[in-house]
């Protein structure tokens, strides 16, 4: 994207936004593994603090993925994360949402 500056009449590239700043960008991800499990993986520095605070004993690797979960939990889990202000992309069988 550009910006245009007024007092030189052309454009300029913005600069680079990090990864907290850009509001728009999910904590995490979660998306249907198999007909009854879902999958959650942490895409910001912020979701890993909280997955490692609130899902320790559900944390499957490094990276702050957990553990396959049944709708029943992830639907527990994002509700957590949304009343804790933390955003998830939900890749769900027919679409893709921001909550």
Known sequence: MFVRHP???QMQPEPPQ????HSSLPDFIVEKSSEKHWEVSVSTQRGLHWISANYSDRIADESGRLRSMSLFEVNDFLR????NGLRTRYCGPH???ML
Request: hydrophobic content about 20%; cysteine-free.
């Open 95 to 97: 679409r893709v949402e």
């Open 80 to 83: 957590r994360v949304r009343r």
């Open 7 to 9: 007092q030189r009449h």
């Open 18 to 21: 990090t990864l907290e700043q």
